[in-house]
């Protein structure tokens, strides 16, 4: 497939049926698959023979995984991940039996997305290419009920301060030209520009540092591609192209935290990661902002000791503000 219609491949494929209505608090809409004797749950979305000249196994994997990061293996050249469970892939290999000999998932929200290829039953065609969806079942809430991840990460970093940075929201967002997510709002009022651990700084409007403060690292980013191309976020692109990213955070190490702004509603951005490191792939994280923060900070490796949050000077306003003048970014 060229590159205009891997795009539109991967949009229909995010525009089908999910499980993902609970996310709105709504009734989860079922998959159902239109194979006969297939179980509920799942929905096959490609069965036929393959490789096709441009729709194959490993052209599909290269595809996904591009978008929605590193797969897991659930079978490999005819042999099943004995320790698959219900939690970790296995609606992806029930509907075909020991037919399987490859499968890979992604996780995406409250689904799983399976390319993988089965055995033929007896035809001349060779191995079926399979593409499914299935229904993936939320991780148990991990945050006590009543507390906020805010309130967790404020408290692993013995931040008691409240509301010390206050932001022109609206001014903001007219800038950048879309609306921002509930919590980082919150949280970049509550903590302010800086770092956490001395190493992770989230991107906050008005920082004092503009290699710091989210419009002028997103108007630097967007200027570096403009220049020297956009392969550093592909296959994305920077908003404002259709669902294309918006950075919020970096750490010491280039490892980069991005939003993908692929809904009307902002709090239902999911949260992309990088290592900064070319031909790696992009990782999804599953949970709010300052629950990655959060996560990031307490599974670092190596390290037990306390945690904390270095506070940096902020401009007073927003009043001088040249969203031309961009200096800082991934130069």
């Given at each position: 497939?060229?590159?205009?219609?891997?795009?539109?491949?991967?949009?229909?494929?995010?525009?089908?049926?999910?499980?993902?209505?609970?996310?709105?608090?709504?009734?989860?809409?079922?998959?159902?698959?239109?194979?006969?004797?297939?179980?509920?749950?799942?929905?096959?979305?490609?069965?036929?023979?393959?490789?096709?000249?441009?729709?194959?196994?490993?052209?599909?994997?290269?595809?996904?995984?591009?978008?929605?990061?590193?797969?897991?293996?659930?079978?490999?050249?005819?042999?099943?991940?004995?320790?698959?469970?219900?939690?970790?892939?296995?609606?992806?290999?029930?509907?075909?039996?020991?037919?399987?000999?490859?499968?890979?998932?992604?996780?995406?929200?409250?689904?799983?997305?399976?390319?993988?290829?089965?055995?033929?039953?007896?035809?001349?065609?060779?191995?079926?290419?399979?593409?499914?969806?299935?229904?993936?079942?939320?991780?148990?809430p991990r945050a006590p009920s009543g507390v906020s991840w805010l309130d967790l990460?404020?408290?692993?970093?013995?931040?008691?301060?409240?509301?010390v940075h206050p932001v022109d929201w609206p001014a903001v967002e007219a800038l950048l030209g879309t609306p921002l997510p509930t919590e980082y709002k919150q949280l970049a009022e509550r903590f302010g520009p800086g770092g956490f651990d001395g190493y992770l700084t989230v991107l906050v409007p008005g920082a004092a540092d503009i290699a710091f403060d989210l419009v002028d690292w997103h108007n630097s980013s967007l200027h570096f591609a403009e220049r020297s191309g956009d392969e550093l976020w592909a296959p994305h692109g920077l908003h404002p192209a259709p669902g294309g990213l918006l950075q919020w955070a970096h750490t010491e190490q280039r490892f980069t935290f991005y939003w993908r702004l692929d809904h009307p509603d902002p709090d239902r951005w999911p949260i992309l990661t990088h290592s900064g490191d070319f031909g790696d792939a992009w990782e999804r994280f599953d949970g709010s902002l300052a629950e990655c923060v959060h996560d990031h900070l307490l599974s670092a490796p190596g390290y037990s000791g306390p945690h904390w949050f270095d506070s940096y000077d902020s401009y007073d306003s927003y009043d001088s503000y040249d969203s031309d003048d961009s200096p800082g970014g991934p130069d």
């Amino acid at each position: 497939m060229d590159g205009t219609a891997e795009q539109e491949f991967l949009r229909s494929l995010e525009a089908l049926p999910s499980a993902d209505d609970r996310r709105r608090g709504e009734p989860p809409t079922p998959l159902v698959c239109p194979r006969p004797g297939h179980p509920a749950g799942h929905r096959c979305l490609t069965l036929g023979p393959g490789p096709a000249p441009d729709l194959d196994f490993r052209a599909l994997v290269e595809l996904l995984t591009g978008r929605y990061g590193g797969p897991r293996n659930l079978a490999m050249g005819g042999f099943t991940d004995p320790t698959v469970t219900e939690r970790t892939g296995l609606p992806l290999l029930t509907p075909f039996g020991d037919r399987v000999t490859e499968m890979r998932a992604w996780a995406n929200g409250d689904q799983w997305i399976g390319c993988g290829t089965l055995r033929a039953d007896g035809g001349p065609d060779g191995p079926a290419l399979v593409l499914l969806l299935a229904e993936r079942p939320p991780p148990p809430p991990r945050a006590p009920s009543g507390v906020s991840w805010l309130d967790l990460l404020a408290d692993a970093t013995e931040w008691t301060r409240e509301a010390v940075h206050p932001v022109d929201w609206p001014a903001v967002e007219a800038l950048l030209g879309t609306p921002l997510p509930t919590e980082y709002k919150q949280l970049a009022e509550r903590f302010g520009p800086g770092g956490f651990d001395g190493y992770l700084t989230v991107l906050v409007p008005g920082a004092a540092d503009i290699a710091f403060d989210l419009v002028d690292w997103h108007n630097s980013s967007l200027h570096f591609a403009e220049r020297s191309g956009d392969e550093l976020w592909a296959p994305h692109g920077l908003h404002p192209a259709p669902g294309g990213l918006l950075q919020w955070a970096h750490t010491e190490q280039r490892f980069t935290f991005y939003w993908r702004l692929d809904h009307p509603d902002p709090d239902r951005w999911p949260i992309l990661t990088h290592s900064g490191d070319f031909g790696d792939a992009w990782e999804r994280f599953d949970g709010s902002l300052a629950e990655c923060v959060h996560d990031h900070l307490l599974s670092a490796p190596g390290y037990s000791g306390p945690h904390w949050f270095d506070s940096y000077d902020s401009y007073d306003s927003y009043d001088s503000y040249d969203s031309d003048d961009s200096p800082g970014g991934p130069d």
